[in-house]
């Protein structure tokens, strides 16, 4: 495997965020055809098959961002750990979750350093993963 780094640490998972999405778009289209085409008979039925795909499209996307909610909370304690250990200070609450997300791949050389840069400037995740000069891997995040 390559080394992680600003340009490859994305993580897409194809049977995830291609080929689920795609199958529960094409059931929502082909439900709604389907609901536009139906008669009397099976109307509530057709309704329903568009609910369930509906649900499915919100669970797609709840399942993940509650997910990575959750991840998001542990980088922020393991990195305001890392912090205090690093300087024997705690970190600025100036500093943002998503800051904070962008400062894990630093490694500890430059870590302080940039906490500081990002919090004097308000860098966003992305000018701070670009500052980063030895990228320090997250291969767990989901």
């Not at 689920?20 to 039925?45: C, H, M, V």
């Amino acid at each position: 495997m390559k080394q992680q780094n600003l340009k490859n640490h994305g993580k897409w998972v194809i049977g995830y965020h291609l080929i689920t999405f795609l199958a529960i778009l094409t059931l929502i289209i082909g439900s709604i055809r389907g609901l536009l085409k139906s008669s009397d008979d099976n109307l509530y039925s057709a309704s329903l098959l568009v609910l369930i795909s509906f649900i499915l499209l919100f669970m797609f996307y709840f399942v993940r961002s509650f997910a990575l909610k959750a991840q998001d909370r542990a980088i922020r304690a393991e990195e305001k750990l890392r912090y205090f250990i690093l300087t024997g200070k705690a970190l600025s609450s100036k500093i943002t979750t998503r800051q904070i997300i962008g400062l894990r791949f630093a490694s500890d050389d430059e870590f302080p350093t940039l906490v500081e840069k990002a919090e004097k400037e308000n860098l966003s995740e992305k000018d701070i993963k670009a500052a980063i000069q030895n990228w320090k891997e997250d291969l767990y995040r989901a």
